[in-house]
């Protein structure tokens, strides 16, 4: 993902939206780049923020 770019995932319950959310955070250091994740229900939004 670039900068800027939104990624969003409908997630089949809570445990897929932590799953999810974990997934993201290992992104992040795997790739060096920031990440904001927004919950709604089970809706999850990831952004990309840039690079650390």
């Known amino acids: 993902?670039?900068?800027g770019e939104t990624l969003?995932?409908?997630c089949a319950?809570?445990?897929d939206l932590d799953?999810?959310?974990n997934t993201?955070?290992?992104m992040k250091k795997l790739e060096r780049?920031?990440?904001s994740c927004r919950v709604?229900?089970?809706t999850l939004?990831?952004?990309c923020n840039g690079t650390d």
């Open 1 to 3: 993902m670039q900068s």
């Open 8 to 10: 969003t995932v409908q």
């Open 13 to 15: 319950d809570g445990y």
């Open 19 to 21: 799953s999810q959310k």
């Open 24 to 26: 993201a955070y290992a």
């Open 33 to 35: 780049r920031r990440f």
């Open 40 to 42: 709604n229900g089970l």
């Open 45 to 47: 939004t990831v952004t």
